[in-house]
């Protein structure tokens, strides 16, 4: 991608960003109209498709061109990644966002022929924007964040981890390995939203971010912020990621990768 392109694509992106954050601030206390969709924990509301919609609405009229990959549905069908592909999840943690009125992100990703050039995600109520284009870095609003430690040995990491699938019935994950590596570490996180996982690795807060099911809008932004620091992004397994199917994904300091993943992710096929 041209990179003065870029530059004017990524500052509509920020502008849009915040101008929905700045919607669903001012109608956070608003009543929710709640639905659910693959089981009853799986929210959705109002909020998240108008916030999807806007976003489908604006890239259409700017950038014909472009394609919309969004989770609810407002987007295109996408079955390959070539040409300027914008990933995004309108709401990244609909349940905090109906539960707790906050720990939720707009996440946008934008991907030209695969490669991942843009990375926003928006902290709606703390109003901290993390971005980040693939070569440039990785900034938290004005402030640039720093390249990830490489010295800090796993047994002092704080590792995100989805407990859901943890469960003894979870047929796809070695539980003994898992419960080595709860051990081994200083402790774990979970915070709810993909994204903010992403962006809390990325700024150093968090020491990795491990989770059995993704999908494409979950991470597309998040995997761009943490390879700008140095840090290392891929399946649970090593495996490269497939931004057109459901995943799992590990997101790590570059010197507890390989030992995460190769001593204690086992999964079973
Ligand atoms: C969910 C959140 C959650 C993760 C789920 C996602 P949503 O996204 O990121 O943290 O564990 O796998 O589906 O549905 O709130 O956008
Ligand atoms: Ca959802
Ligand atoms: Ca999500
Ligand atoms: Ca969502």
């Not at 990933?87 to 009125?101: L, R, S």
């Not at 003894?168 to 390995?177: L, W």
């Not at 932004?221 to 943490?226: E, H, P, Q, S």
């Amino acid at each position: 991608m041209d990179k003065t392109f870029r530059n004017e694509v990524f500052g509509q992106a920020c502008s849009w960003i915040k101008e929905a954050g700045d919607t669903i601030r001012a109608k956070i206390d608003a009543p929710r109209s709640i639905e659910t969709k693959s089981n009853p924990n799986d929210l959705v509301t109002e909020m998240d498709q108008e916030t999807e919609q806007f976003f489908a609405e604006k890239i259409k009229k700017a950038y014909p061109e472009h394609f919309l990959l969004g989770e609810e549905g407002f987007g295109d069908e996408i079955e390959e990644l070539q040409g300027t592909v914008w990933v995004v999840d309108p709401i990244d943690g609909t349940m905090n966002f109906v539960h707790q009125k906050r720990n939720f992100a707009i996440s946008i990703g934008i991907y030209h022929d695969g490669v991942g050039e843009i990375g926003l995600i928006y902290d709606v109520m703390d109003d901290a924007l993390y971005t980040a284009k693939r070569g440039e870095g990785a900034y938290k609003n004005d402030h640039k964040l720093p390249q990830l430690s490489k010295e800090r040995p796993l047994e002092q990491s704080i590792l995100a981890l989805n407990t859901s699938w943890m469960v003894p019935e979870n047929p796809h994950v070695d539980h003994e390995g898992m419960q080595r590596l709860v051990k081994k570490l200083r402790s774990t996180r979970s915070y709810g939203s993909a994204a903010l996982e992403f962006a809390y690795v990325a700024e150093g807060i968090l020491d990795g971010y491990l989770t059995m099911t993704l999908m494409p809008w979950d991470y597309a932004a998040g995997a761009i912020l943490v390879e700008e620091v140095g840090g290392t992004v891929s399946r649970a397994d090593k495996g490269d990621l497939d931004l057109l199917k459901q995943t799992t994904v590990l997101a790590s300091r570059a010197n507890i990768y390989d030992e995460i993943s190769d001593e204690y992710v086992q999964l079973k096929k």
